[in-house]
């Protein structure tokens, strides 16, 4: 069945309906384009999130990449980012396949229908005009009909009249002649009229219509095929990056499945592992036996036999603060003159360097020095450590680590010089071979350039092959002292703020362990104690650099000292790590304040 057809008379029916189809068409258009807005957008902003949460820093420089769930993370913004670009891919798709091309062959099929209605308008006013002449030709013949029937009339009636003249006759017989002839024309031109309008009626009606209904319902499929088609592209489009989604997904999973919690606690430990021995234990000290002296008492003795107590308190702070800057000036710790003090301190001699009585200057310092106990604060490297090139500001685990780096690095460095001086080597024996490729002595600086980098890479190796042994020996000596102690871990130590006496203990137990480790000689017994004294109470460490107070602080805590704002002072020891840094004023007072309130400049 066919429109031509069955829908003869319904040309207003079929203009409705081919309209609504193509207005079909440009709301499915204008639908896939907002789609591909909306996909659009959605990339941008899954883009714009993996962007904001991956890693800012190199990956090289990040110790977090090494970690599992960091590495897991990053492999799933990656495939997120794949993610985002498949759903760009869709949004072209559809741009292109779907809006541009079903826009375009909505504008031809408009043109079309255009075409086709009015054709069909054109013969439906030519048959409307046949019709118009026909009822024209139809109503003369009528109206002349009747004019000869009326002249018939006449003519008749003039005809019995008696008293009509012969004259009156004549002319109204002939009037009816004449309408009756004019009459018979009218009839002949309606019924010619007719049958041209029949004629062109049927033409209208079972043939020209027709085919202009057959083109339309051909038009209307064909848009109505097309835009099946349309419907089919939007989820060919989806169907053509599923694969590769389903890829994306197949990376999240793998994703997830990577993180090894063993592994990252093995990592943190390899990052972070210093390598240094636990804290032993501390040594009982007495100062009892300094209180129980009697009144006659006016000297400070060597103790007689007992020349190893101070040693061995010096080499039990030594091994507890591993991190202790050697040659540093110190002022004197109350563990260097109480302990385990033997009464024989007694019979020693009075001071020739003072008339003050030893007593007085042992509670002089008591009151000066006030102990601390230990923190992991002595275990962290400080901001203001200055790198060396042996790493030995790093803990001994980490300096292997970073020296065995270096040496592998160096050595790939050496092996591809060689490989360039071997290259050079050969091209230079082509040279000379054949004179037209090259001139041999214009290899000569590179060759000398490689040799030279050479020499240097072998003594930076040799340089590096010493250090990492030393590393290495200290590192197993470390574990062997870690693996004698005692296995269970020490109590933490508190965080209150430091104060100058634990920096001056910590940073003088690597010479109490090198005095300790001298053996104790006669001499050294029958000197008064005050001598060793004044070893320890060294000249006063000199500023490292200059700092001014930006906030006002107070000074309440032990071991701090108070600064008020805009204040110059003198920076004795740099932050190491737990926010304390220690300075002088201008008074002499010296002590801890923090470091976020100074400005620093170091000497």
């Given at each position: 069945m066919d429109w031509g057809t069955e829908l003869w008379d319904q040309f207003e029916v079929l203009e409705r309906h081919t309209q609504w189809g193509l207005d079909l068409l440009d709301k499915y258009v204008k639908f896939v384009k907002e789609r591909a807005e909306v996909e659009q957008a959605y990339a941008k902003q899954l883009r714009s999130l993996v962007k904001k949460y991956l890693p800012k820093r190199p990956t090289k420089d990040d110790p977090e990449v090494k970690f599992s769930q960091q590495q897991s993370f990053v492999q799933l913004l990656q495939e997120v980012n794949d993610f985002a670009g498949q759903r760009e891919l869709v949004a072209e798709s559809l741009g292109i396949r779907v809006c541009l091309e079903l826009a375009?062959?909505?504008?031809?099929?408009?043109?079309?229908?255009?075409?086709?209605?009015?054709?069909?308008?054109?013969?439906?006013?030519?048959?409307?005009?046949?019709?118009?002449?026909?009822?024209?030709?139809?109503?003369?013949?009528?109206?002349?009909?009747?004019?000869?029937?009326?002249?018939?009339?006449?003519?008749?009636?003039?005809?019995?009249?008696?008293?009509?003249?012969?004259?009156?006759?004549?002319?109204?017989?002939?009037?009816?002649?004449?309408?009756?002839?004019?009459?018979?024309?009218?009839?002949?031109?309606?019924?010619?009229?007719?049958?041209r309008f029949n004629r062109d009626q049927a033409h209208f009606y079972f043939s020209q219509m027709p085919q202009i209904f057959d083109k339309l319902q051909d038009m209307d499929e064909r848009r109505a095929t097309r835009l099946g088609a349309g419907y089919g592209?939007?989820?060919?489009?989806?169907?053509?990056?599923?694969?590769?989604?389903?890829?994306?997904?197949?990376?999240?999973?793998?994703a997830a499945e990577s993180v090894d919690a063993k592994n990252d606690s093995q990592v943190l430990i390899?990052?972070?592992?210093?390598?240094?021995?636990?804290?032993?234990?501390?040594?009982?000290?007495?100062?009892?036996?300094?209180?129980?002296?009697?009144?006659?008492?006016?000297?400070?003795?060597?103790?007689?036999?007992?020349p190893e107590l101070r040693a061995a308190s010096s080499r039990s702070r030594a091994k507890r603060w591993p991190f202790?800057?050697?040659?540093?000036?110190?002022?004197?710790?109350?563990?260097?003159?109480?302990?385990?003090?033997?009464?024989?301190?007694?019979?020693?001699?009075?001071?020739?360097?003072?008339?003050?009585?030893?007593?007085?200057i042992l509670s002089e310092i008591s009151k000066s020095v006030k102990p601390r106990l230990a923190s992991f604060r002595s275990f962290r490297g400080g901001r203001g450590t200055v790198a060396t090139e042996d790493f030995s500001h790093l803990p001994p685990e980490?300096?292997?680590?970073?020296?065995?780096?270096?040496?592998?690095?160096?050595?790939?460095?050496?092996q591809k010089e060689e490989d360039q001086r071997e290259a050079l080597k050969k091209m230079k024996d082509v040279y000379e071979k054949t004179p037209q490729m090259g001139d041999p002595a214009s290899l000569e600086p590179r060759i000398a350039e490689t040799l030279g980098n050479i020499e240097r890479l072998k003594l930076e190796v040799q340089k590096y092959e010493a250090w990492l042994a030393e590393a290495e020996s200290r590192v197993l000596s470390n574990r062997g002292d870690s693996l004698s102690r005692h296995a269970r871990p020490p109590d933490p130590p508190t965080t209150?703020?430091?104060?100058?006496?634990?920096?001056?203990?910590?940073?003088?137990?690597?010479?109490?362990?090198?005095?300790?480790?001298e053996p104790p000689s006669g001499e050294g017994q029958d000197t008064p104690i005050y001598t060793e004294f004044d070893e320890d109470f060294e000249e006063p460490a000199s500023p490292i650099g200059q700092c001014?107070?930006?906030y006002h602080f107070e000074g309440s805590s032990e071991g701090t000292v108070s600064m008020s704002?805009?204040?110059?002072?003198?920076?004795?020891?740099?932050?190491?790590?737990?926010?304390w840094t220690r300075v002088r004023r201008k008074q002499g007072a010296e002590g801890y304040v923090p470091t976020s309130y100074l400005r620093v400049t170091l000497n």
């Open positions: 375009k062959y909505s504008q031809e099929m408009k043109q079309e229908r255009k075409m086709h209605f009015q054709e069909g308008r054109r013969a439906q006013q030519q048959l409307e005009n046949g019709f118009k002449q026909l009822e024209n030709s139809k109503r003369k013949f009528e109206r002349d009909c009747r004019e000869a029937e009326k002249a018939a009339h006449t003519a008749e009636r003039l005809d019995q009249d008696i008293n009509a003249t012969k004259a009156d006759v004549e002319k109204a017989k002939q009037q009816a002649h004449l309408r009756n002839h004019m009459a018979e024309e009218s009839k002949n031109e309606y019924a010619a009229q007719l049958q592209l939007l989820s060919e489009a989806e169907l053509q990056v599923v694969p590769i989604i389903g890829k994306c997904l197949e990376g999240m999973k793998v390899e990052l972070h592992k210093s390598g240094f021995a636990r804290p032993g234990d501390l040594e009982f000290e007495d100062f009892s036996q300094v209180i129980n002296r009697v009144p006659s008492d006016s000297s400070l003795g060597t103790p007689d036999g007992r202790g800057k050697k040659n540093k000036p110190r002022p004197p710790s109350l563990s260097l003159l109480g302990g385990h003090l033997p009464s024989t301190l007694s019979d020693g001699p009075s001071s020739p360097r003072s008339g003050r009585d030893p007593l007085a980490q300096q292997r680590k970073r020296l065995q780096q270096q040496l592998e690095e160096r050595n790939r460095e050496l209150a703020p430091p104060d100058s006496s634990s920096s001056s203990t910590n940073s003088g137990s690597q010479d109490n362990k090198e005095s300790s480790e001014v107070a930006i704002e805009g204040e110059d002072l003198s920076l004795m020891e740099e932050d190491k790590g737990d926010g």
